[in-house]
């Protein structure tokens, strides 16, 4: 408190001397989250990335594993939660809730994605910020369109992804160039690009490298925008799952396993959520959960507890997991696109692995950390941003040999 009104009176007597420069702002460093959607931590290695190798051999370098379903909006949520997808309520990019009938989540439904309703079994990182006084502008990043538990981010924007990359970083710069009162201290950048091009050429195609590279000299656009504004900040870079190669000859037709007419699902993929027809648990439970070669099926309660996924409603009643790199499909499922590449998998897989590079005042030149759940980003930021997380399944020790403090 004393520190904040000594700032405060340091800001006021600038404000009346009218040739003083701007001060700088007060108090902590700006934590800026970036995430690149779908980088694995070997495209590091790929001669692709200066900038963010730069910033990983002078700063900080770890492996991620990602929480289960290694899909977009359980993981994003997980970051900023510190929370499993089974505890806070986001269990895939396309869920129901038996207490929400009638109405799907689904990332691409503009009025989902916005509605507090779906997201409130979590409290992300910025509305416990907000809340603390901390001005936030988590754009793109899932959960920021909703009102969250009766919190909204100071900044934010309707998610557009055609967007261009370059255009997502001046605006982030152009945040950063706001009055200190609206000059957010944690804000967020996401990227899309190197993961949908993971699934469309897989993982180790050349037009995959080309995205990192565009990415990564984004990043370099980011951090040439910071030193112009003589900015030092904390920069975390983060992805939310890696990708895995996909083959043709390895696909199963759950229609052949069992008909049609017992079951549904929502999505078809490196999973598949089973929604036993009335009346015919027992038929699709005999088809589904006998031993399947490249598959595995589980009533959500004997769902292997290191997957730490079954409890919420939310989740299907069974739930079918194929070997890394296999799909589960349809006869009559036709892609959009051809099928490169694709995650959702075990989150043990190397092929899940996402990747962690971070930089600034706040963190140790040169550590390598072992490889750690992406639960532990969370305490992470609340550290970084000096407000109280709340309860949640990660642990600071992850990381605190890469901490300066
Ligand atoms: P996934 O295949 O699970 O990696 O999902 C990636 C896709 O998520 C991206 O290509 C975007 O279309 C979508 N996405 C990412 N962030 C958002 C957002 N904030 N709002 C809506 N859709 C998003
Ligand atoms: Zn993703
Ligand atoms: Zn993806």
């Known amino acids: 408190m004393f520190r904040w009104l000594l700032l405060t009176i340091v800001s006021l007597s600038f404000a009346a001397c009218a040739t003083a420069p701007e001060p700088p702002p007060a108090g902590r460093a700006p934590v800026i989250l970036v995430s690149i959607d779908g980088f694995r931590p070997d495209y590091l290695d790929r001669e692709a990335t200066p900038n963010l190798s730069r910033l990983a051999r002078h700063g900080v370098q770890g492996v991620m594993r990602p929480s289960f379903p290694s899909k977009t909006f359980p993981n994003h949520y997980t970051l900023v939660t510190g929370l499993r997808p089974d505890r806070h309520g986001i269990v895939d990019n396309t869920f129901e809730d038996p207490e929400i009938p009638g109405e799907t989540f689904r990332m691409s439904n503009r009025k989902a994605v916005g509605d507090r309703k779906w997201w409130d079994q979590g409290a992300p990182i910025w509305v416990t910020a907000e809340q603390a006084g901390v001005v936030t502008a988590p754009v793109y990043w899932p959960g920021s369109e909703a009102e969250i538990r009766g919190v909204r981010p100071t900044h934010w924007r309707a998610f557009q992804m055609s967007r261009p990359n ?76 890696g990708m895995a190669p996909l083959a043709p000859d390895r696909r199963i037709f759950m229609d052949e396993v069992l008909p049609r007419s017992a079951w549904r699902t929502l999505a078809a993929g490196a999973f598949m959520a089973i929604y036993p027809a009335e009346g015919r648990t027992a038929e699709v439970e005999a088809a589904l959960l006998q031993p399947h070669p490249h598959m595995a099926c589980w009533r959500k309660a004997e769902i292997p507890e290191r997957f730490r996924y079954g409890r919420n409603p939310r989740v299907a009643p069974i739930f079918c997991l194929p070997e890394t790199g296999w799909s589960l499909t349809t006869r009559d499922y036709r892609p959009s696109w051809p099928e490169g590449g694709n995650h959702g998998f075990d989150p043990e897989s190397p092929e899940m692995a996402a990747v962690f590079v971070a930089g600034g005042p706040a963190f140790r030149p040169g550590t390598i950390l072992p490889a750690f759940d992406n639960v532990s980003v969370y305490p992470l930021l609340a550290h970084l941003l000096g407000v109280t997380p709340e309860p949640n399944d990660g642990d600071i020790g992850d990381v605190a040999t890469a901490l300066t403090r």
């Open 166 to 241: 370059a255009a997502r970083v001046d605006d982030l710069l152009a945040l950063l160039d706001l009055p200190l009162g609206r000059r957010p201290q944690f804000l967020t950048l996401y990227f899309d690009t190197v993961d949908t091009a993971g699934h469309r050429f897989g993982p180790d195609a050349p037009e995959t490298i080309a995205a990192v590279a565009e990415v990564d000299t984004q990043v370099g656009r980011l951090a040439a925008g910071l030193k112009a504004r003589g900015i030092v900040a904390n920069l975390v870079v983060v992805a939310d799952h």
